[in-house]
């Protein structure tokens, strides 16, 4: 497979950490978190999919075959992220777009693909000032540059409120699975659509 792009994500849910957000999609029938990376509250990149195979977290346009999916633990509607995540995401992404020479532009957030119906990954990440925080440095490839959350030169995510956005709802649910029912009827029907968990959780 070639990535050619990266989009981020948030969950959308609360998820304690990344091993809940893969249990959660192993639940769903699915082979493996959807996701290629997730990071955590803390900061902690962990390895989820192999980009080996096709990821399950963008159908729009493809990009299951020719993206990888960086996915932020929470619901980023509805809070900012982490001081932690705000650090590491910029530098996680610089780090895959130098290795697999893949241009800032194609830097996407999941509701800037064409064809994606989402929010996601929230209203509070900004993808033109994180593209802007990346600059022109993603552009040559660089096999050998690791994929790690430490790096000292990558750039940091600068804080630019997002705008407030009109969201379409498609229904309320008291269980997590009904919900996921109702978000997969409208996937079936090529609408992208996202579980937005209770805020308390
Ligand atoms: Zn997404």
């Known amino acids: 497979m070639k990535h050619s792009y990266i989009i981020v994500h948030h969950t959308g849910a609360e998820e304690k950490d990344a091993e809940r957000v893969r249990r959660y999609h192993l639940s769903l029938g699915w082979r493996d978190v959807g996701y290629n990376f997730v990071v955590e509250r803390d900061g902690r990149v962990v390895n989820g999919r192999s980009l080996d195979i096709p990821g399950a977290h963008c159908l729009a346009a493809g990009m299951n075959h020719r993206s990888i999916g960086v996915a932020l633990i929470g619901n980023l509607d509805n809070h900012p992220p982490t001081r932690p995540q705000v650090e590491t995401l910029p530098s996680l992404l610089w780090s895959l777009a130098h290795r697999f020479g893949i241009p800032t ?8 693909v064409p064809g994606a119906a989402t929010a996601c990954p929230g209203r509070f990440v900004d993808m033109t000032a994180l593209r802007r925080a990346l600059g022109g440095r ?51 029907l090529g609408i992208d659509a996202l579980v937005v968990a209770p805020e308390d959780i």
């Open 105 to 112: 532009e194609h830097v996407l957030g999941h509701r800037e």
């Open 138 to 188: 993603a552009k040559a490839p660089q096999p050998d540059a690791p994929v790690s959350g430490g790096r000292r030169d990558a750039p940091v995510l600068p804080e630019i409120p997002a705008p407030l956005l009109w969201r379409v709802q498609a229904g309320a649910f008291q269980s997590r699975e009904a919900a996921e029912r109702q978000a997969r009827r409208l996937r079936d």
